[in-house]
């Protein structure tokens, strides 16, 4: 149970679900998977797989899961069919077949195609932390962050929460600190990154397991170009790539953090649940400090 993404929002001070309350709300919203005619499914699903228990809660640090199922039907594969279809209808009435008739005849191929359809399946983890109040959506996207609001929305109705922003840019941060060589505080600079100029085109220089601390990274900065990921390692323990909207991506925790957890479980469940609990300790205490390196929260 380790978050590769972090997706990062603020809970408001009138957030007050416990875990018995919060797995009430979303009994509204449990996954129940795709009909034959739909195209997507989206519902609260156990995270560990345990029948009935919508929320996991370690010392008061919630996970929750979402479900999603979406029917693989190419747009092309419906139009060769509904081609097919119309080549035939004009045939047997002696005119092409109108735009109404057109797209009669597509809605109906779709609607007799879908429940063959090859169905893709995926879990969408969320980490609720009362305590510090954060809740961090494991997604690689907005996108899919935006999936799990408008779910938790469904089911909560209002929702007291807001993306996180410093008062410092992450741009203009990492870009100082690829400046200086060093990043502050308990974080050290790896050797990924991505600068981007403010031109028109955002021309964009990448470089993948390179020495950043070098002229020529000093002369693309000097030129106007700012970081836009940038990877980093927190307290030695936590590896990850910030980018430019706040995201923290490709999170890896170091083999002794795992196997920490690996020596407090005695059963699947045991390991479960430390794992979870390891990885809320060290990201709460990951994300407290990036804030503060980036000058604490803004409005």
């Known amino acids: 149970m380790?978050?590769?993404n972090l997706q990062i929002f603020r809970l408001g001070s009138d957030w007050n679900y416990s875990t018995e309350a919060l797995a009430q709300a979303l009994q509204t919203g449990i996954f129940q998977g795709c009909g034959a005619t739909d195209r997507t499914a989206r519902g609260w699903v156990p995270p560990r797989g345990e029948d009935g228990e919508l929320v996991f809660s370690v010392a008061r640090q919630q996970l929750i899961a979402l479900g999603v199922e979406q029917k693989l039907l190419p747009v092309s594969v419906v139009r060769q069919y509904a081609q097919a279809k119309l080549e035939q209808i004009?045939?047997?009435?002696?005119?092409k077949p109108g735009r109404k008739q057109r797209r009669e005849i597509t809605d109906q191929v779709e609607s007799e195609l879908l429940p063959r359809a090859f169905v893709k399946r995926g879990l969408t983890y969320v980490w609720i932390d009362p305590v510090n109040r954060w809740l961090l959506v494991d997604a690689s996207s907005p996108t899919r962050a935006d999936e799990v609001m408008e779910q938790l929305k469904l089911s909560l109705g209002e929702l007291p929460l807001t993306l996180v922003k410093t008062q410092v840019a992450p741009a203009t941060a990492m870009t100082q600190w690829l400046a200086a060589g060093e990043?502050?505080?308990s974080f050290t600079i790896d050797r990924d990154c991505e600068l981007q100029a403010a031109a028109d085109e955002r021309p964009a220089v990448r470089y993948v397991r390179h020495s950043l601390d070098s002229e020529e990274v000093r002369n693309h900065i000097a030129s106007g170009k700012s970081a836009t990921r940038l990877a980093l390692t927190w307290n030695d323990r936590v590896s990850f790539v910030l980018t430019e909207q706040l995201q923290v991506k490709k999170v890896s925790f170091l083999d002794m953090i795992k196997e920490d957890a690996?020596?407090?479980a005695e059963n699947a469940d045991d390991l479960f649940a430390a794992n979870f609990t390891l990885m809320c300790g060290e990201l709460s205490q990951l994300l407290a400090q990036l804030v503060e390196v980036l000058g604490g929260e803004g409005e």
């Open 90 to 95: 004009e045939v047997a009435q002696g005119y």
């Open 262 to 264: 690996e020596r407090q």
């Open 183 to 185: 990043a502050p505080g």
């Open 2 to 4: 380790w978050f590769r």
